[in-house]
């Protein structure tokens, strides 16, 4: 890899009245010792014996310049406490190491030489679009997230000459990832490799497929790819037996959604060539949607993945609902009536908003009621109390029913339900939460093994060596009338136009992409990140080194029966973790985490991966979002076992 020239890291620590210790550097960071050390705590100094030299008040060292015994230090790396939140770094000499765990927080704080420097924000789209005779295509939210970055991080724009290495952050095409990219860990970039498996619609169903297996994805309805379909003997009577199909190209923005009875799929075998049809996916019409004021909606949420293995995945509590704008026709006569893209239904929405405010009642029509000039019948008079009972609901919560609202928010959505269906809002996003979370599981495989070949290529061992990636994905997801959700499409560099100027869609989109930005650090902490502790806890934990690598430690991982010390790959995870869950906002950690039911869905017995949920389950005062240096140092504590004599690993 090439590397920005970083600094060697200090972090210091200042006791009160207290002098500092310099210790010879085990190949992480040169640090100045704290003289104090508190007193053992239950559980986390287990076993520990306090140093000849050591008193209740604290460790009795010489003078600054001397250099501490290794047995003095065994119980100083045991027991090391913060009790100041005040870390700093200064440079000194650059270390394999230190380039690999710093963060963008700690290289924008001055770990680095240069102090601290003003970060850039890489256009991709059109530097790799030209570089390799592309279409300069931009995604429509990369103007957001530069204004976000601009006012939050004083980002500028990279100049044309800039090079990739001096890019804090960087946004490019999904293709660009796989090219030899060569990054440092401090850097940003919005690409996770292989995330084709997933956002793709004949390569999401083809992972679907092996992770389920014959008996199917329970959350997906029965999808083909027009080759899988054509392969099978009696393909025409499958397709009859279904009545109605969606039948969904490679083209964007819903202009290649079509529903098509079966006599229509039929006659599109006979009138396309197969190559025409070779990105299609044939998926079962789910007839039966839960409609609001009798139209049919979508959800779109947002999901951001920041490591594949070991799996790190969130979702953001607020999302959109999607109106059709018009209502719901169960044969698809009207296209507006099933399709709830928004470029699709913007003009209709208004024009459907125009006539329903100047008097028609489109919720009763909606509802197929009906008025035979002796009273309501019936069925007509069931819809209307229906529709009665949403037009109260709407009114308690301040929502506008379709058409006149194209939208909502995710957040109002579920409150609405929770009105309509007592109790079912906690469930259906309980549901939501799950079907994201299992697609995420199925799709681990496919982006580990992309990542593998990638990382292979550009000769770097792992994934802890290149820069922090990212990716944010729309899942569209619909809820049938029992709030059921079916995922119908992920779409990677989701859409982030504001489609409706005077609702919530800009405040909820740029929020989220704040969010999203903060949780994978592009926007630096204002201070140096508590994380940093690590730094100097795995430092101090260090008994030997050689070639800036961890070596012996003093003390050794808890999980794997004490046979390990930490390791460079599994501190810049636990890092990452951690800073992410600390910065996370309005994203809800889907995995690692503490949920039961979580647990088995996900789990999958990697060494980092047990680490983390070990990390999780450590006894501590601290919340799982806390992290401050005494945190940090209380959980590092919890994940070691008691002090033993340094051996080498």
């Not at 810049?572 to 039911?597: M, T």
Request: glycine share 6%; with cysteine; charged share 20%.
């Amino acid at each position: 890899l090439v590397f920005l020239p970083l600094a060697f890291v200090l972090i210091r620590y200042t006791a009160p009245q207290q002098s500092s210790l310099r210790l010879r550097s085990h190949g992480l960071y040169n640090h100045a010792l704290p003289t104090t050390a508190a007193a053992p705590t239950n559980g986390a100094s287990e076993g520990m014996q306090a140093p000849p030299n050591a008193t209740a008040a604290g460790l009795a060292v010489g003078a600054a310049t001397q250099t501490p015994t290794r047995a003095a230090l065994q119980p100083v790396a045991a027991e090391l406490r913060f009790t100041a939140a005040s870390i700093s770094c200064a440079g000194a000499t650059g270390s394999p190491a230190v380039r690999r765990l710093l963060s963008l927080s700690l290289y924008a704080h001055g770990c680095a030489p240069g102090a601290t420097i003003r970060p850039c924000l890489y256009d991709g789209y059109t530097f790799f679009a030209r570089l390799h005779g592309r279409k300069p295509l931009k995604w429509n939210a990369a103007p957001r997230i530069y204004r976000i970055l601009a006012r939050r991080a004083g980002y500028v724009v990279c100049g044309a000459s800039a090079s990739l290495e001096h890019a804090a952050t960087l946004i490019v095409p999904s293709w660009a990832i796989d090219l030899r990219m060569e990054l440092a860990p401090w850097q940003r970039v919005n690409r996770l490799w292989g995330i084709n498996a997933v956002a793709k619609k004949v390569e999401l169903l083809r992972t679907l497929d092996t992770h389920f297996g014959a008996n199917g994805c329970p959350f997906v309805p029965t999808t083909y790819a027009w080759a899988q379909l054509h392969s099978l003997p009696n393909w025409q009577a499958v397709v009859r037996a279904q009545g109605r199909w969606m039948v969904k190209s490679s083209k964007h923005r819903g202009e290649g959604v079509k529903l098509l009875t079966a006599e229509q799929v039929i006659e599109l075998s006979r009138t396309s060539s197969p190559s025409a049809l070779s990105t299609t996916v044939v998926q079962q019409y789910v007839s039966s949607p839960y409609l609001v004021g009798g139209h049919k909606f979508t959800l779109r949420l947002y999901s951001v993945i920041t490591s594949a293995e070991p799996l790190r995945v969130y979702l953001h509590r607020n999302g959109f609902a999607l109106f059709a704008s018009e209502a719901y026709a169960a044969d698809g006569t009207a296209r507006l009536s099933v399709m709830t893209n928004a470029a699709l239904n913007q003009k209709a929405s208004h024009a459907s908003s125009a006539s329903a405010n100047s008097g028609a009642n489109s919720t009763s029509f909606a509802r197929g009621g009906h008025n035979d000039g002796n009273g309501a019948a019936e069925a007509g008079s069931k819809e209307q109390v229906a529709a009665g009972a949403e037009a109260a609901a709407a009114s308690r919560l301040e929502l506008k029913l379709p058409p006149e609202a194209p939208r909502w928010e995710l957040a109002k959505l579920l409150a609405f339900v929770g009105e309509m269906r007592t109790g079912r809002a906690a469930d259906v996003w309980r549901s939501l939460q799950r079907l994201v979370l299992h697609t995420w599981v199925a799709a681990r495989g496919a982006l580990v093994s992309a990542m593998q070949r990638s990382l292979k290529e550009h000769s770097v061992a792992g994934s802890h060596q290149f820069a922090a990636t990212f990716e944010l994905i729309g899942f569209d997801v619909l809820l049938d009338e029992n709030l059921k959700p079916w995922l119908l499409e992920l779409n990677a560099s989701p859409s982030l136009k504001v489609e409706a100027p005077d609702s919530s869609d800009a405040v909820v989109k740029d929020a989220m992409l704040e969010d999203m930005l903060s949780l994978v650090d592009a926007i630096p902490d204002t201070a140096l990140p508590p994380e940093a502790a690590l730094a100097f806890l795995a430092d101090a934990n260090s008994a030997d080194s050689s070639n800036g690598e961890l070596g012996a430690c003093w003390r050794r991982w808890r999980i794997g029966g004490c046979a390990s010390c930490p390791a460079e790959d599994e501190l810049v995870h636990l890092w990452r973790a951690a800073a992410e869950r600390r910065r996370a906002g309005g994203f809800d950690a889907l995995w690692p985490s503490r949920d039961p039911e979580w647990r088995q869905l996900a789990r999958n017995g990697g060494r980092i991966d047990e680490l983390l949920l070990a990390w999780l389950d450590a006894p501590s005062k601290c919340g799982v979002a806390e992290s401050t240096p005494q945190c940090v140092t209380e959980w590092w504590n919890a994940l070691l076992c008691p002090s033993k004599s340094a051996n080498a690993t």
